[in-house]
C-alpha cells in the first residue's frame, strides 16, 4: 500500500515570497491534515479536512496561509507571503475516520531565508 | 485533550528494554492514549494504543496503570533503530473534531550500543 506521498520535499524562498507544498493521502483515507513541525518540537496542526470540507482551521494563519482539499483526494498548502519564523516541516497525514491511527508523509522542509 | 508529561530524554542500551514513561493525570474516562514515535527526518509514526487495558504489538507494549493516570511504552529489545522521539498523546476516540492529536514535546529515547 503506498504511503502519504508529499512534495516538494525541500524548498527555500526568501522572506515575502510565496510557496505551496502538494500532498497525496492514502487511497480511501477521509480525513487529512497538514500539522507545522518547528524544530526541536512536536507537530501543530494546522488544518484538518473531511473529505472535501474544513474539520478545523482554528491554527492557521489565515492572513497568509491557506489550504484546500479539491475533490477529497489530493491537497495544497499555500504561504503569501511567507514570513523567517515560517521555516519549519510541514506534514501531511491522513486517516480513516474512526481511528487515531494516522499515517504521516516524510514531509516538506521550507526555510526561509 | 488532556496533556501528558513526559521526561525529556532517555537513553537505553542495545538489546535491553526501553521504558518510556508518561503521565496524565487529568485523563477523561472516554479519553484513550496513544503513542506515535518520530525517527530523525521522517514523519512520525503510529506505534500503539489503549484504554484501560494492558496492550502489544509487533513493536510495543503498552501498560496503563489502573486509575489510567500514567502509562509506560515497553520497547522489549531495543535496537539502533529505535532511536526516535516517542510521543505520548490522549484524545477522545470519535470526538466530533476529527481524530486531532495534539503533539507535545516527546522524549528523546537514545540507544546506545
Known amino acids: 500500500e503506498a504511503g502519504v506521498a508529499q512534495s516538494p520535499r525541500y524548498k527555500i524562498i526568501e522572506k515575502r515570497q510565496s510557496v505551496a507544498f502538494w500532498c497525496n493521502p492514502i487511497?480511501?483515507?477521509?480525513?487529512l491534515y497538514w500539522y507545522q513541525q518547528i524544530l526541536g518540537q512536536g507537530p501543530k496542526l494546522l488544518i484538518q479536512?473531511?473529505?472535501?470540507?474544513?474539520?478545523?482551521d482554528s491554527q492557521l494563519p489565515k492572513d497568509r496561509f491557506s489550504a484546500e482539499r479539491l475533490k477529497g483526494v489530493d491537497s495544497t498548502l499555500k504561504i503569501q507571503p511567507a514570513k523567517l519564523e515560517d521555516s519549519a516541516v510541514y506534514l501531511c497525514?491522513?486517516?480513516?475516520?474512526?481511528?487515531?491511527?494516522?499515517?504521516f508523509g516524510e514531509g516538506s522542509r521550507l526555510t526561509v531565508l | 485533550d488532556a496533556k501528558t508529561t513526559q521526561p525529556t530524554s532517555m537513553d537505553c542500551a542495545e538489546g535491553r528494554a526501553a521504558n518510556l514513561p508518561c503521565n496524565h493525570s487529568?485523563?477523561?474516562?472516554?479519553?484513550?492514549v496513544y503513542w506515535y514515535r518520530q525517527i530523525h527526518s521522517q514523519g512520525p509514526q503510529y506505534i500503539i494504543h489503549?484504554?484501560?487495558n494492558n496492550e502489544t504489538n509487533e513493536m510495543a507494549s503498552l501498560i496503563i496503570t489502573e486509575d489510567r493516570k500514567s502509562s509506560t511504552l515497553i520497547l522489549p529489545h531495543a535496537t539502533l533503530r529505535d532511536t526516535a522521539v516517542y510521543y505520548c498523546?490522549?484524545?477522545?476516540?470519535?470526538?466530533?473534531?476529527?481524530?486531532?492529536?495534539?503533539f507535545g514535546g516527546g522524549t528523546r529515547l537514545m540507544v546506545k550500543p
Open positions: 497525514a491522513s486517516s480513516w475516520r474512526e481511528t487515531g491511527e494516522l499515517f
Open positions: 487511497s480511501g483515507h477521509a480525513t
Open positions: 479536512f473531511q473529505n472535501n470540507g474544513v474539520v478545523d
Open positions: 487529568t485523563i477523561s474516562g472516554n479519553e484513550y
Open positions: 489503549g484504554l484501560k
Open positions: 498523546i490522549v484524545r477522545v476516540a470519535n470526538n466530533n473534531a476529527g481524530n486531532m492529536l495534539t
